[in-house]
């Protein structure tokens, strides 16, 4: 079955009509900003942390426009480092965190236009020291990790995070 989705690059511009899905990847494709937090800058800060989380809000709110009137399904791409942390990238894992939190919101809020959201932690190639190599060997496969997530058929899930990175971050 296609994937029937757009992978967000800018925010400004209005969804296809008859957008039923939306894949933001975008968190994953910038390499953070790597130093002690003490040592960052406020212009660091604020290109690591703070200018990605405004970017999550307005790619949630496009997401919101195109999909409020017939639903659909809003899956946000996250680094699976963003649970374990590591001082090294604190501000690239405070804006990842951000954009967890408010897409958990927006299930809630959204929940009764019938727009689901589900985050999905994947690993990337940050190495964290003492980070625990993953129990699965080899690279997940993601793409029916994903088409899973975009089926209608699971109108129950909303607010979930999947992690999808081998076992390096293990839920309760």
């Not at 953070?32 to 800058?41: A, F, K, R």
């Not at 942390?49 to 409020?68: G, I, K, M, N, S």
């Not at 951000?98 to 190495?127: F, H, M």
Request: aromatic letters at 2%; a negative charge.
């Amino acid at each position: 079955e296609e994937i029937v989705g757009e992978i967000l690059d800018e925010y400004d511009e209005p969804l296809p009509p008859g957008t039923s899905a939306v894949v933001d990847a975008g968190p994953l494709r910038e390499p953070p900003t790597v130093g002690d937090l003490v040592s960052l800058s406020s212009v660091d800060w604020m290109q690591s942390a703070e200018d990605p989380l405004r970017r999550a809000l307005h790619v949630l709110q496009a997401a919101h426009r195109a999909l409020r009137d017939g639903g659909g399904r809003i899956l946000v791409l996250l680094p699976s480092l963003v649970m374990t942390g590591a001082a090294s990238v604190a501000a690239h894992s405070a804006a990842a965190e951000g954009y967890r939190s408010l897409a958990k919101a927006a299930a809630r809020a959204w929940g009764n236009e019938g727009i689901a959201v589900q985050c999905v932690l994947v690993p990337t190639g940050i190495d964290r020291p003492g980070l625990q190599p993953p129990a699965l060997n080899g690279t997940p496969e993601l793409a029916p990790i994903l088409s899973a997530l975009l089926d209608e058929r699971l109108n129950a899930v909303t607010g979930l995070t999947l992690a999808a990175d081998g076992g390096v971050w293990m839920t309760s």
